[in-house]
């Protein structure tokens, strides 16, 4: 499946995400896309996603950007899994675009809440 990772651009993404990510085996069954690579200026979601299987989304912080990329993917019929921090208040209208939710605490509780939401969507 192709998976484009979204988030809040000012967070640090590279360790509590893409990481996570790399290093599990869902890095080596999947084609990851993640937008803010280093050496990545430009990114224009709106294609990217429209090429999509899954857009996983970090909502643990509000971010217009990143609720752009969201509307887009909804748009698109792009199945939204949406991950978040243990207490973070999430924002509720996420529950009209998806119903696929993952909150952690750690790394580990992360990459095992993803692998459940894309086997849910592959069937």
């Not at 967070?11 to 990510?21: G, R």
């Not at 999947?30 to 200026?41: D, M, T």
């Amino acid at each position: 499946m192709k998976i484009q990772v979204g988030h809040l651009r000012k967070s640090n993404f590279e360790e509590e995400l893409y990481n996570p990510l790399r290093k599990s085996s869902l890095y080596q069954e999947h084609n990851f896309l993640f937008p803010h690579e280093e050496g990545k200026k430009s990114f224009n979601s709106k294609e990217t996603l429209k090429e999509m299987d899954v857009f996983i989304a970090e909502v643990s912080s509000p971010a217009t950007g990143l609720g752009i990329e969201i509307g887009f993917a909804h748009l698109y019929k792009v199945p939204i899994i949406c991950v978040y921090k243990k207490g973070a208040k999430i924002a509720g209208s996420l529950k009209y675009v998806t119903t696929h939710f993952v909150e952690y605490s750690n790394s580990e509780e992360l990459i095992s809440g993803i692998k459940e939401k894309i086997l849910e969507i592959k069937n």
